[in-house]
Nanobody, 126 residues
């Protein structure tokens, strides 16, 4: 069982930066791959959340969706049971609820993840 709690969201102007954190409970955090996804307002009924980034259990492998490559960086600190998403050069299109997720195997689609946080709102103004 893994419980996830996101923090760090907020309102930022276009071009600004935010760092999201996802704190995990449990002693087996280091054995889980972690992902960041986002859900756009008005699209909550969609079956899949939009993939943003993922990181392997060791941190040695990362993946990003094309729209955030070069702007976002996913990292993890297994000693702190925390995964981070550094977001730079933010755009209004990045506005969404950002959720972190965990599972034994790293995936690029939301159905691959069993454990989810509640999300944190990121709003980018133009």
């Amino acid at each position: 069982q893994v419980q996830l709690v996101e923090s760090g969201g907020g309102l930022v102007q276009a071009g600004g930066s935010l760092t999201l954190s996802c704190a995990a409970s449990g002693r087996t955090f280091s054995s889980y791959a972690m992902g960041w996804f986002r859900q756009v307002p008005g699209k909550e009924r969609e079956k899949e959340r939009e993939f943003v980034a993922a990181i392997s259990w060791s941190g040695g492998s990362t993946h990003y969706t094309d729209s955030v490559k070069g702007r976002f960086t996913i990292t993890r600190d297994n000693a702190k049971n925390t995964v981070y998403l550094q977001m730079n050069s933010l755009k209004p299109d990045d506005t969404a609820v950002y959720l972190c997720a965990a599972d034994r195997v790293m995936g690029l689609r939301s159905p691959a993840y069993h454990y989810w946080g509640q999300g944190t709102q990121v709003t980018v103004s133009s």
